[in-house]
């Protein structure tokens, strides 16, 4: 009777039980997987990046001839599209994950974090120590900026002063303006771009529904939303995820 005590606080995102029957699945289905698993299109496609040279890595069918498999490779090294291309030089060429190798590692790492809320409190820490940009700074930077424009413009209106003994001063405080509202912009933009802690546990909350239900749009949806770029170099991984 007494086992409502214990859950509550570390309860999972999602049961053991639940992700056995989901691996199973998984495994068993992989059909049902057609657009996370079909050819070019693959589960990371457009979060995968070199560790080396920075350029994006494509699904390859790379191997000898008999034994060729589709694995994920630096447009620098394919040489598939010359657009794509970083560098002449990079040595990521070791040690290339197949493509089912590598998501299914991603995906394992999605796991844990469901399964173990803790771990997801440990990522969040981590990645506070990056201090968020200060947004009211830059907003008491632009009102001060405003309110002197409008001081400035009032001091016309009542014809204590001319518009040519303004205008330099008018200009320079504009310029002013438009740079403090970009830099508003842009801390606002690097601001809202990251996820929530809350809404990162709703979305792994959801992915046991979404896999049982072989939901591939939906897989797809979840680890583009978690995960904001997963960078490879010779077998080594590290996913940045998309959460503060
Ligand atoms: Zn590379």
């Known amino acids: 009777m007494n086992?409502?005590?214990?859950?509550?606080?570390?309860?999972?995102?999602?049961s053991p039980e639940v992700w056995q029957k989901v691996n199973d699945r998984l495994s068993q289905n992989k059909k049902a997987y057609?657009?996370?698993?079909?050819?070019?299109?693959?589960?990371?496609?457009?979060?995968?990046?070199?560790?080396?040279?920075?350029?994006?890595?494509?699904?390859?069918?790379?191997?000898?001839?008999?034994s060729k498999v589709n694995k994920y490779i630096c447009y620098s090294v394919s040489r598939c599209s010359k657009r794509?291309?970083?560098?002449d030089s990079c040595s990521n060429r070791k040690e290339h994950f197949t493509v089912s190798d590598l998501d299914a590692l991603v995906l394992?790492?999605?796991?844990?974090l469901a399964?173990?809320?803790?771990?997801?409190?440990?990522?969040?820490?981590?990645?506070?120590?990056?201090?968020?940009?200060d947004l009211g700074a830059f907003r008491e930077r632009l009102g001060n900026v405003e309110k002197q424009i409008t001081r400035l413009l009032n001091l016309y209106q009542t014809g204590i002063v001319g518009l040519e003994e303004i205008q330099d001063r008018l200009s320079a405080l504009k310029e002013e303006?438009?740079?403090?509202?970009?830099?508003?912009?842009?801390?606002?933009?690097?601001?809202s771009g990251k996820m929530s802690k809350g809404e990162a546990a709703a979305a792994l909350a959801s992915l046991s529904g979404i896999i049982e239900a072989g939901d591939g749009d939906g897989l797809y949806a979840l680890v583009h939303s978690l995960i904001e770029k997963v960078v490879v170099l010779n077998g080594n991984v590290t996913i940045y995820w998309a959460f503060c």
């Open 3 to 14: 086992d409502l005590e214990y859950s509550g606080k570390h309860e999972a995102l999602v």
């Open 34 to 66: 057609k657009r996370a698993y079909s050819g070019s299109d693959g589960l990371l496609s457009g979060l995968l990046f070199c560790g080396d040279c920075g350029a994006r890595m494509s699904i390859r069918q790379w191997g000898w001839k008999t």
């Open 84 to 87: 794509m291309i970083k560098s």
């Open 108 to 112: 394992d790492e999605i796991k844990k």
């Open 115 to 133: 399964l173990d809320p803790a771990a997801l409190d440990a990522l969040v820490e981590e990645n506070a120590g990056e201090a968020p940009p």
């Open 177 to 191: 303006r438009k740079a403090a509202q970009k830099c508003l912009e842009e801390a606002e933009a690097e601001g």
